[in-house]
Protein backbone atom coordinates (compact mmCIF):
# COMPACT_ATOMS: atom_id res chain seq x y z
CA UNK A 1 0.00 0.00 0.00
CA UNK A 2 1.16 3.58 -0.77
CA UNK A 3 1.17 4.09 3.23
CA UNK A 4 4.36 2.27 3.78
CA UNK A 5 6.14 4.50 1.73
CA UNK A 6 8.66 7.12 2.80
CA UNK A 7 7.42 10.02 3.45
CA UNK A 8 8.76 13.43 5.47
CA UNK A 9 6.53 14.84 7.70
CA UNK A 10 7.34 18.29 8.62
CA UNK A 11 5.26 20.44 11.81
CA UNK A 12 4.10 23.56 11.12
CA UNK A 13 2.36 26.01 14.20
CA UNK A 14 0.36 29.34 12.67
CA UNK A 15 1.09 32.09 15.07
CA UNK A 16 -1.68 33.73 17.09
CA UNK A 17 -4.47 31.97 14.34
CA UNK A 18 -7.61 33.65 15.40
CA UNK A 19 -6.19 37.06 14.73
CA UNK A 20 -5.92 35.96 11.12
CA UNK A 21 -9.91 35.50 10.65
CA UNK A 22 -12.33 38.01 9.36
CA UNK A 23 -15.54 38.39 11.13
CA UNK A 24 -18.69 38.34 9.02
CA UNK A 25 -21.00 39.64 11.46
CA UNK A 26 -21.62 43.08 13.23
CA UNK A 27 -19.45 42.19 16.31
CA UNK A 28 -18.71 45.27 18.94
CA UNK A 29 -16.82 46.08 22.26
CA UNK A 30 -15.96 48.40 24.72
CA UNK A 31 -12.18 49.45 24.50
CA UNK A 32 -9.89 48.30 27.14
CA UNK A 33 -8.81 51.14 29.34
CA UNK A 34 -6.40 53.54 28.25
CA UNK A 35 -6.84 52.45 24.53
CA UNK A 36 -8.87 54.95 23.18
CA UNK A 37 -7.46 58.26 23.21
CA UNK A 38 -9.19 61.22 25.29
CA UNK A 39 -11.11 62.65 22.31
CA UNK A 40 -12.91 59.37 21.33
CA UNK A 41 -14.07 58.87 25.19
CA UNK A 42 -17.08 56.72 25.45
CA UNK A 43 -16.72 55.08 21.73
CA UNK A 44 -16.84 51.34 21.13
CA UNK A 45 -14.65 49.46 18.52
CA UNK A 46 -16.25 47.49 15.33
CA UNK A 47 -14.20 43.76 15.27
CA UNK A 48 -12.82 43.17 12.31
CA UNK A 49 -10.83 40.36 13.09
CA UNK A 50 -11.91 37.38 15.58
CA UNK A 51 -10.75 37.30 19.32
CA UNK A 52 -9.81 34.90 21.06
CA UNK A 53 -12.95 33.65 23.63
CA UNK A 54 -15.27 34.58 20.57
CA UNK A 55 -18.03 31.93 19.99
CA UNK A 56 -17.30 32.65 16.14
CA UNK A 57 -13.55 32.57 16.63
CA UNK A 58 -12.98 28.86 15.60
CA UNK A 59 -15.26 28.83 12.97
CA UNK A 60 -14.35 31.95 11.45
CA UNK A 61 -10.57 30.65 11.65
CA UNK A 62 -11.51 27.46 10.01
CA UNK A 63 -13.52 29.13 7.18
CA UNK A 64 -10.38 31.30 6.57
CA UNK A 65 -8.26 27.98 6.74
CA UNK A 66 -9.91 26.42 4.57
CA UNK A 67 -9.87 29.22 1.77
CA UNK A 68 -6.56 29.68 1.84
CA UNK A 69 -6.16 25.95 1.08
CA UNK A 70 -8.37 25.85 -1.99
CA UNK A 71 -6.65 29.22 -3.00
CA UNK A 72 -3.56 26.91 -2.90
CA UNK A 73 -5.12 24.12 -4.76
CA UNK A 74 -5.90 21.85 -2.27
CA UNK A 75 -8.60 19.44 -1.53
CA UNK A 76 -10.54 19.06 1.80
CA UNK A 77 -11.16 15.38 2.41
CA UNK A 78 -14.86 14.81 2.22
CA UNK A 79 -14.19 12.16 4.72
CA UNK A 80 -12.24 14.27 7.29
CA UNK A 81 -13.18 17.87 7.30
CA UNK A 82 -9.42 18.65 9.44
CA UNK A 83 -7.34 17.35 6.09
CA UNK A 84 -6.02 18.49 2.83
CA UNK A 85 -4.25 16.91 0.16
CA UNK A 86 -2.85 18.00 -3.04
CA UNK A 87 -2.40 15.33 -5.59
CA UNK A 88 -0.83 15.43 -9.16
CA UNK A 89 1.30 13.40 -11.39
CA UNK A 90 4.32 15.06 -9.69
CA UNK A 91 3.27 15.63 -6.14
CA UNK A 92 1.13 14.00 -3.37
CA UNK A 93 0.91 15.94 0.10
CA UNK A 94 -0.98 15.36 3.15
CA UNK A 95 -2.01 17.88 5.65
CA UNK A 96 -4.07 17.07 8.91
CA UNK A 97 -5.01 20.46 11.33
CA UNK A 98 -5.87 20.98 14.56
CA UNK A 99 -6.65 24.55 15.35
CA UNK A 100 -2.97 26.16 15.13
CA UNK A 101 -1.07 22.94 14.12
CA UNK A 102 -0.25 21.13 11.32
CA UNK A 103 1.25 18.12 10.24
CA UNK A 104 2.53 18.43 7.08
CA UNK A 105 3.58 14.89 4.63
CA UNK A 106 5.15 14.33 1.29
CA UNK A 107 7.47 11.79 -0.61
CA UNK A 108 9.56 15.02 -1.44
CA UNK A 109 11.03 17.74 0.92
CA UNK A 110 10.15 20.18 -2.15
CA UNK A 111 7.07 19.87 -1.92
CA UNK A 112 6.57 20.56 1.78
CA UNK A 113 9.32 23.40 1.26
CA UNK A 114 6.47 24.98 -1.39
CA UNK A 115 3.43 24.81 0.76
CA UNK A 116 5.85 26.67 3.57
CA UNK A 117 6.45 29.18 0.99
CA UNK A 118 2.85 29.05 0.36
CA UNK A 119 1.41 29.71 4.02
CA UNK A 120 4.04 32.50 4.84
CA UNK A 121 2.44 34.60 1.95
CA UNK A 122 -0.86 34.43 4.31
CA UNK A 123 -0.15 34.09 7.39
CA UNK A 124 2.74 34.37 10.30
CA UNK A 125 4.07 30.66 11.28
CA UNK A 126 6.56 28.72 12.72
CA UNK A 127 8.77 26.59 10.97
CA UNK A 128 9.12 23.64 13.75
CA UNK A 129 10.94 21.20 11.13
CA UNK A 130 10.41 17.23 11.17
CA UNK A 131 7.58 16.16 12.92
CA UNK A 132 8.94 15.29 16.63
CA UNK A 133 5.53 16.64 18.63
CA UNK A 134 2.50 16.92 18.23
CA UNK A 135 -0.27 17.53 20.56
CA UNK A 136 1.21 16.55 23.50
CA UNK A 137 2.42 13.62 21.68
CA UNK A 138 6.10 12.23 21.40
CA UNK A 139 6.90 11.15 17.31
CA UNK A 140 10.23 8.90 16.88
CA UNK A 141 10.32 7.68 13.78
CA UNK A 142 12.24 4.91 12.24
CA UNK A 143 12.72 5.13 8.42
CA UNK A 144 14.34 1.67 8.56
CA UNK A 145 12.06 -0.05 9.92
CA UNK A 146 9.15 2.17 8.49
CA UNK A 147 7.05 2.70 11.66
CA UNK A 148 6.66 5.67 13.88
CA UNK A 149 5.99 5.67 17.70
CA UNK A 150 3.87 7.60 19.60
CA UNK A 151 4.36 7.70 23.48
CA UNK A 152 2.50 10.73 26.42
CA UNK A 153 5.38 10.09 28.93
CA UNK A 154 5.73 14.07 29.39
CA UNK A 155 1.91 14.40 29.14
CA UNK A 156 1.36 11.98 32.23
CA UNK A 157 4.24 13.23 34.25
CA UNK A 158 2.13 16.44 33.99
CA UNK A 159 -1.35 14.94 34.89
CA UNK A 160 0.54 13.18 37.62
CA UNK A 161 1.57 16.55 38.83
CA UNK A 162 -2.00 18.45 38.44
CA UNK A 163 -3.18 15.85 40.67
CA UNK A 164 -0.18 15.52 43.50
CA UNK A 165 0.48 11.75 42.74
CA UNK A 166 4.53 12.00 41.65
CA UNK A 167 4.85 10.09 44.68
CA UNK A 168 1.80 7.63 44.80
CA UNK A 169 2.89 3.69 44.56
CA UNK A 170 2.41 2.61 40.76
CA UNK A 171 -0.04 -0.48 40.12
CA UNK A 172 0.36 -2.91 37.41
CA UNK A 173 -3.11 -2.90 36.41
CA UNK A 174 -5.83 -0.20 35.61
CA UNK A 175 -8.78 -1.79 37.04
CA UNK A 176 -8.93 -4.35 39.35
CA UNK A 177 -9.68 -7.88 38.10
CA UNK A 178 -13.47 -8.16 38.31
CA UNK A 179 -14.28 -4.77 39.92
CA UNK A 180 -17.76 -3.33 39.37
CA UNK A 181 -18.41 0.25 40.00
CA UNK A 182 -21.85 1.58 40.75
CA UNK A 183 -23.74 4.76 41.79
CA UNK A 184 -25.18 3.01 44.64
CA UNK A 185 -23.48 5.68 46.93
CA UNK A 186 -23.58 2.78 50.01
CA UNK A 187 -21.58 0.38 48.05
CA UNK A 188 -17.87 -0.50 49.84
CA UNK A 189 -16.45 3.07 49.97
CA UNK A 190 -18.73 4.82 48.36
CA UNK A 191 -19.81 7.57 50.05
CA UNK A 192 -21.02 10.62 47.87
CA UNK A 193 -18.30 13.35 46.90
CA UNK A 194 -18.95 16.85 48.13
CA UNK A 195 -20.37 19.27 44.97
CA UNK A 196 -16.85 20.93 45.33
CA UNK A 197 -14.90 17.76 44.63
CA UNK A 198 -16.37 16.67 41.30
CA UNK A 199 -14.29 19.13 39.84
CA UNK A 200 -11.22 17.31 40.21
CA UNK A 201 -12.96 14.01 39.41
CA UNK A 202 -13.87 15.36 36.36
CA UNK A 203 -11.13 16.85 35.13
CA UNK A 204 -8.89 13.69 36.21
CA UNK A 205 -11.61 11.53 34.02
CA UNK A 206 -10.90 14.37 30.72
CA UNK A 207 -6.95 14.41 31.35
CA UNK A 208 -7.44 10.23 31.31
CA UNK A 209 -9.21 10.36 28.69
CA UNK A 210 -6.60 12.52 25.92
CA UNK A 211 -4.49 9.60 26.77
CA UNK A 212 -6.92 6.70 26.37
CA UNK A 213 -7.98 8.07 23.10
CA UNK A 214 -3.97 8.93 21.91
CA UNK A 215 -1.94 6.07 23.01
CA UNK A 216 -2.56 3.83 25.33
CA UNK A 217 -5.80 1.28 24.58
CA UNK A 218 -4.35 -0.37 27.52
CA UNK A 219 -6.52 1.88 29.95
CA UNK A 220 -9.59 2.86 27.45
CA UNK A 221 -11.64 0.40 28.99
CA UNK A 222 -11.20 1.95 33.05
CA UNK A 223 -12.00 5.15 31.38
CA UNK A 224 -14.95 4.67 29.86
CA UNK A 225 -16.22 2.96 32.90
CA UNK A 226 -15.36 5.56 35.16
CA UNK A 227 -16.55 8.49 32.68
CA UNK A 228 -19.96 6.91 33.58
CA UNK A 229 -20.11 8.59 37.00
CA UNK A 230 -19.23 12.33 35.93
CA UNK A 231 -22.08 13.61 37.44
CA UNK A 232 -22.84 11.85 40.62
CA UNK A 233 -19.45 10.58 41.71
CA UNK A 234 -18.33 8.90 45.01
CA UNK A 235 -15.29 8.33 47.00
CA UNK A 236 -15.20 4.74 45.44
CA UNK A 237 -14.90 6.30 41.82
CA UNK A 238 -12.16 8.84 42.79
CA UNK A 239 -10.12 6.03 44.63
CA UNK A 240 -10.31 4.14 40.89
CA UNK A 241 -9.47 7.06 39.20
CA UNK A 242 -6.39 7.72 41.27
CA UNK A 243 -5.64 3.98 40.07
CA UNK A 244 -5.96 4.81 36.35
CA UNK A 245 -3.24 7.23 37.03
CA UNK A 246 -0.80 5.15 39.39
CA UNK A 247 -0.98 2.28 36.34
CA UNK A 248 0.25 5.47 34.03
CA UNK A 249 2.70 6.21 36.60
CA UNK A 250 4.32 2.47 36.57
CA UNK A 251 3.44 2.10 32.79
CA UNK A 252 4.49 5.90 31.47
CA UNK A 253 7.44 5.03 29.43
CA UNK A 254 5.12 2.35 27.19
CA UNK A 255 5.31 3.41 23.34
CA UNK A 256 2.55 2.51 20.28
CA UNK A 257 4.67 1.63 17.07
CA UNK A 258 2.65 1.68 14.40
CA UNK A 259 3.45 0.43 11.05
CA UNK A 260 5.12 -2.98 12.29
CA UNK A 261 3.19 -5.37 10.40
CA UNK A 262 2.12 -6.20 6.93
CA UNK A 263 -1.83 -7.63 7.47
CA UNK A 264 -3.26 -4.11 6.23
CA UNK A 265 -6.42 -3.47 7.61
CA UNK A 266 -8.51 -5.78 10.17
CA UNK A 267 -10.13 -5.35 13.09
CA UNK A 268 -11.37 -7.30 16.50
CA UNK A 269 -14.70 -7.21 17.87
CA UNK A 270 -16.38 -8.15 21.26
CA UNK A 271 -18.90 -7.64 24.10
CA UNK A 272 -19.28 -8.18 27.78
CA UNK A 273 -22.96 -9.05 28.19
CA UNK A 274 -25.22 -7.92 31.16
CA UNK A 275 -21.95 -8.39 33.52
CA UNK A 276 -22.97 -4.46 34.91
CA UNK A 277 -25.44 -3.50 37.10
CA UNK A 278 -26.88 -1.32 34.52
CA UNK A 279 -27.35 -4.43 32.65
CA UNK A 280 -26.26 -2.79 29.41
CA UNK A 281 -23.67 -4.93 27.79
CA UNK A 282 -20.52 -3.31 26.93
CA UNK A 283 -19.20 -2.94 23.37
CA UNK A 284 -15.57 -3.22 22.50
CA UNK A 285 -13.66 -3.31 19.44
CA UNK A 286 -9.65 -2.26 18.07
CA UNK A 287 -8.95 -1.85 14.45
CA UNK A 288 -5.80 -2.30 13.35
CA UNK A 289 -3.59 -0.74 10.20
CA UNK A 290 -0.12 -3.18 9.26
CA UNK A 291 -0.62 -4.73 12.89
CA UNK A 292 -0.96 -1.89 15.32
CA UNK A 293 -4.22 -0.10 16.64
CA UNK A 294 -5.63 3.04 14.96
CA UNK A 295 -9.27 3.45 16.30
CA UNK A 296 -10.62 1.64 19.44
CA UNK A 297 -12.91 2.01 21.67
CA UNK A 298 -15.48 0.56 25.01
CA UNK A 299 -18.34 1.84 25.30
CA UNK A 300 -21.61 1.03 27.24
CA UNK A 301 -24.55 -0.52 24.67
CA UNK A 302 -27.52 2.33 24.79
CA UNK A 303 -30.01 -0.71 24.75
CA UNK A 304 -29.89 -3.72 26.93
CA UNK A 305 -29.01 -6.89 24.74
CA UNK A 306 -31.14 -10.44 25.56
CA UNK A 307 -27.90 -12.72 24.07
CA UNK A 308 -24.26 -12.90 24.32
CA UNK A 309 -25.01 -13.43 20.81
CA UNK A 310 -27.17 -10.12 20.42
CA UNK A 311 -24.86 -8.05 22.42
CA UNK A 312 -21.70 -9.11 19.67
CA UNK A 313 -24.01 -8.74 16.60
CA UNK A 314 -24.83 -5.03 18.10
CA UNK A 315 -21.25 -4.48 18.61
CA UNK A 316 -19.94 -5.27 14.95
CA UNK A 317 -22.07 -2.08 13.54
CA UNK A 318 -19.64 -0.22 15.65
CA UNK A 319 -16.74 -1.47 14.37
CA UNK A 320 -18.17 -1.52 10.98
CA UNK A 321 -18.76 2.25 10.77
CA UNK A 322 -15.37 2.66 11.83
CA UNK A 323 -14.08 0.45 9.24
CA UNK A 324 -15.77 2.24 6.84
CA UNK A 325 -14.34 5.15 7.80
CA UNK A 326 -10.58 4.54 7.55
CA UNK A 327 -11.38 2.74 4.24
CA UNK A 328 -12.92 5.57 2.80
CA UNK A 329 -10.08 8.11 4.64
CA UNK A 330 -7.56 5.92 2.93
CA UNK A 331 -8.96 5.11 -0.52
CA UNK A 332 -9.59 9.33 -0.80
CA UNK A 333 -5.70 9.63 0.70
CA UNK A 334 -3.47 7.42 -0.99
CA UNK A 335 -5.11 4.18 -2.98
CA UNK A 336 -8.10 2.52 -2.87
CA UNK A 337 -8.44 -0.96 -0.57
CA UNK A 338 -9.28 -3.87 -2.59
CA UNK A 339 -9.25 -6.13 -0.52
CA UNK A 340 -12.38 -6.96 2.58
CA UNK A 341 -11.40 -5.89 5.78
CA UNK A 342 -11.17 -9.01 8.10
CA UNK A 343 -13.37 -8.62 10.80
CA UNK A 344 -12.33 -11.23 13.92
CA UNK A 345 -15.25 -12.43 16.51
CA UNK A 346 -15.12 -14.78 19.35
CA UNK A 347 -19.13 -15.49 18.68
CA UNK A 348 -20.18 -17.80 16.49
CA UNK A 349 -23.87 -16.75 16.88
CA UNK A 350 -23.28 -13.69 16.16
CA UNK A 351 -21.48 -14.60 12.75
CA UNK A 352 -24.37 -16.30 12.01
CA UNK A 353 -26.62 -13.24 12.50
CA UNK A 354 -24.46 -11.05 11.06
CA UNK A 355 -24.15 -13.40 7.61
CA UNK A 356 -27.85 -14.28 7.20
CA UNK A 357 -31.52 -13.99 7.43
CA UNK A 358 -32.42 -16.93 8.53
CA UNK A 359 -32.82 -15.94 12.45
CA UNK A 360 -35.43 -13.23 11.83
CA UNK A 361 -37.78 -14.13 14.49
CA UNK A 362 -34.79 -13.89 17.40
CA UNK A 363 -33.71 -9.98 16.21
CA UNK A 364 -36.56 -8.42 14.77
CA UNK A 365 -36.79 -6.53 18.39
CA UNK A 366 -33.24 -5.18 17.00
CA UNK A 367 -33.43 -1.51 16.12
CA UNK A 368 -32.78 -1.90 11.70
CA UNK A 369 -29.56 0.04 12.00
CA UNK A 370 -27.76 -2.70 13.71
CA UNK A 371 -28.73 -4.85 10.77
CA UNK A 372 -26.99 -2.62 7.93
CA UNK A 373 -23.61 -4.71 8.47
CA UNK A 374 -25.73 -7.97 6.69
CA UNK A 375 -25.54 -5.94 3.72
CA UNK A 376 -21.24 -5.15 4.17
CA UNK A 377 -21.18 -8.59 4.55
CA UNK A 378 -23.20 -9.14 1.83
CA UNK A 379 -20.98 -6.44 -0.38
CA UNK A 380 -17.90 -8.34 1.01
CA UNK A 381 -16.92 -5.07 2.25
CA UNK A 382 -16.35 -6.80 5.08
CA UNK A 383 -15.70 -10.76 6.16
CA UNK A 384 -16.10 -12.35 9.93
CA UNK A 385 -13.60 -14.77 10.81
CA UNK A 386 -13.96 -16.52 14.21
CA UNK A 387 -10.94 -16.22 16.17
CA UNK A 388 -11.03 -17.99 19.83
CA UNK A 389 -11.73 -15.95 22.91
CA UNK A 390 -8.50 -15.94 24.17
CA UNK A 391 -6.47 -14.36 21.24
CA UNK A 392 -9.60 -11.77 20.95
CA UNK A 393 -7.64 -8.03 21.30
CA UNK A 394 -11.00 -6.80 21.90
CA UNK A 395 -11.48 -8.54 24.81
CA UNK A 396 -9.21 -5.90 27.16
CA UNK A 397 -11.40 -3.13 25.95
CA UNK A 398 -15.13 -5.05 27.50
CA UNK A 399 -13.65 -6.30 30.90
CA UNK A 400 -10.63 -5.61 33.26
CA UNK A 401 -7.90 -8.52 32.33
CA UNK A 402 -5.47 -10.60 34.87
CA UNK A 403 -2.51 -8.89 34.67
CA UNK A 404 -0.63 -11.88 32.05
CA UNK A 405 -3.82 -11.53 29.39
CA UNK A 406 -2.95 -7.93 30.03
CA UNK A 407 0.72 -7.80 28.70
CA UNK A 408 -0.09 -10.51 26.13
CA UNK A 409 -2.34 -8.01 24.55
CA UNK A 410 -0.39 -5.06 24.71
CA UNK A 411 2.51 -7.09 23.00
CA UNK A 412 0.28 -8.08 20.38
CA UNK A 413 -1.17 -4.32 19.62
CA UNK A 414 2.98 -2.81 19.77
CA UNK A 415 2.56 -1.63 23.13
CA UNK A 416 5.97 -1.85 24.53
CA UNK A 417 8.98 0.22 26.34
Not at 240 to 254: Q, T
Not at 376 to 400: C, G, R, S, W
Request: glycine fraction near 4%; charge should be neutral.
Amino acid sequence: MATRQDWEIHQIDVKSAYLNATLRDDIYMRPPPGYLKEKDRGKILKLLRSLYGLKQAGFEWSEELEQFFLDAKFTRSQVDQAVYYRRTSEEHTVITVSVDDMAVMSKHPKHILKFKDQLRTRFEISDLGELTWLLGLKVERDQTARTITLSQEAYINTVLEQFHLEEANPVTMPMETGAVLTKDKDHLTGTQLKISEYSPYQRAIGSLMYAATSTRPDIAFAVSMLSQFMRDPTHAHWEAAKRVMRYLKGMKDLKLTLGAGEEGLQAFVDADWASQPHRHSISGYVVLLHGSPVAWSARKQSLIALSTAEAEYITLTSVAREVLYIQALLDELYEPIKAATIVHCDNQGAIALASNNKYHARTKHIDIRYHFVRALIQNQDLVLQYVPMDENLADAFTKPLPRPCLEILRGKMNISR
